[in-house]
């Protein structure tokens, strides 16, 4: 996926917490947004003596953290707020060129990932239907 982004010049938007495609796309320098609620995370020490699934990776060439202190957000909740960055993304610097397709890629081996899902596929259904402009590629293992 990160030599896809790489050749197509594309942007790669994910969860923030380590996935195992930081490394590529510090090796490729391909921008990787992390978008995340703020609640759910954990930052990084400065040296760990264990990592926690939840820990911010460096990677990352830009962070997104969801929520306040009036309402804090749930996994899940940033699917909405992801689609919109692809969206922003995708239709250029201006907005006056062409958009670029975008392709949403799902990948979940747990329950927190079923509001992504649903919000890629109402995404997927809304654009394709309006626009035709996303590709969309769902799976789930």
């Known amino acids: 996926m990160c030599r896809a982004a790489y050749h ?3 942007v790669i938007i994910d969860s923030a917490i380590s996935t195992g495609i930081e490394k590529f796309c510090i090796r490729k320098n391909v921008k990787l947004i992390g978008v995340a609620p703020e609640a759910e995370i954990l930052y990084p020490k ?13 990677g990352h060439t830009h962070f997104i953290l969801l929520g306040d202190k009036k309402k804090e957000l749930k996994w899940g ?10 969206d922003k993304v ?14 949403a890629v799902l990948i979940g081996d747990n329950d927190r990932c079923v509001n992504e899902l649903a919000c ?11 626009r035709k402009r996303l590709a969309c590629c769902c799976y789930r293992r």
Do not use: M, W
């Open 46 to 58: 400065v040296n760990p003596t264990e990592r926690f699934d939840n820990e911010l990776t460096n």
């Open 77 to 86: 909740d940033e699917s909405h707020v992801k689609a919109e960055i692809a």
């Open 120 to 130: 890629v596929i109402d995404t997927c259904y809304k654009n394709l239907v309006q």
């Open 8 to 10: 197509t010049d594309a």
């Open 90 to 103: 995708a239709a250029g610097k201006y907005g006056n060129k062409p958009k670029c397709k975008v392709v």
